[in-house]
């Protein structure tokens, strides 16, 4: 069973916000919740992650829904830059890191 | 310059032939990682490693093998028990919560 699950692709206008989300509805109380992007024949880049709270970094803001069942991830401001492919993660009391299928982006000039 | 190399980008073998990909990191990260990336798919945990000379089998280990020997490396070998080898693999490494990619090896069974 998907652990994450995300929209196959979405589009975005440049210098328009982007809301990515994500569920994860079996997500246990100590799962880290993490975002990566990765670009074609590239390895994936960390974007943010987070526990419970909302989280803010120079690339993205993280919204953590109060029963952790889902999250989106925000790019304030698309650029052509940001066109990837982004994946939701939990990450275990492991160090596994478990990756959904990922969301295509698409930034239009 | 800190990061993880992985080489060659691109392999190519004889089908029942056995391949060993490479993976160094110079992060003095104790965690270690190898993924399996297939077209259109997101990554699948093939075997990791949360200290030298221990590791763990992921989600596809079957048809793979590998060893930590030194903290700095991590390969990966691909048997010929691996039936559907080609694809891209990726190598991580980890410090605390955040993972740093390689740059992925192609590889190609003919």
């Known amino acids: 069973d998907a652990k994450t699950t995300q929209p196959n692709s979405m589009e975005s206008n440049e210098e328009e916000p982007v809301h990515l989300p994500c569920n994860h509805s079996?997500?246990?109380?100590?799962?880290?919740i993490h975002w990566y992007r990765q670009l074609p024949s590239q390895g994936p880049e960390y974007v943010i992650h987070?526990?419970?709270s909302n989280v803010n970094n120079r690339m993205a803001s993280l919204a953590i829904a109060e029963d952790r069942k889902s999250s989106t991830l925000i790019l304030h401001r698309a650029t052509l830059r940001d066109a990837a492919v982004y994946y939701c993660?939990?990450?275990?009391?492991?160090?596994?890191?478990?990756f959904g299928t990922g969301t295509s982006l698409t930034v239009i000039p | 310059d800190g990061g993880i190399t992985q080489s060659p980008k691109y392999l190519f073998r004889k089908e029942g032939q056995n391949v060993t990909l490479s993976c160094e990191q110079n992060?003095?990260?104790?965690?270690m990682y190898w993924y399996r990336q297939d077209p259109g798919q997101g990554l699948r945990l093939i075997y990791y490693?949360?200290?030298?000379?221990?590791?763990q089998k992921g989600d596809i280990a079957e048809g793979y093998s590998v060893s930590r020997e030194k903290k700095e490396s991590f390969p990966l070998t691909v048997t010929s028990a691996q039936k559907n080898p080609t694809a891209f693999y990726l190598c991580?490494?980890?410090?605390?919560?955040?993972?740093?990619f390689g740059p992925g090896t192609r590889l190609t069974v003919l």
């Open positions: 991580a490494s980890s410090i605390e919560d955040t993972q740093y």
């Open positions: 079996t997500i246990s109380g100590t799962d880290y």
């Open positions: 987070g526990l419970t």
């Open positions: 993660i939990l990450q275990n009391t492991g160090n596994q890191f478990y």
């Open positions: 992060l003095n990260h104790d965690a």
């Open positions: 490693s949360q200290i030298v000379n221990d590791f």
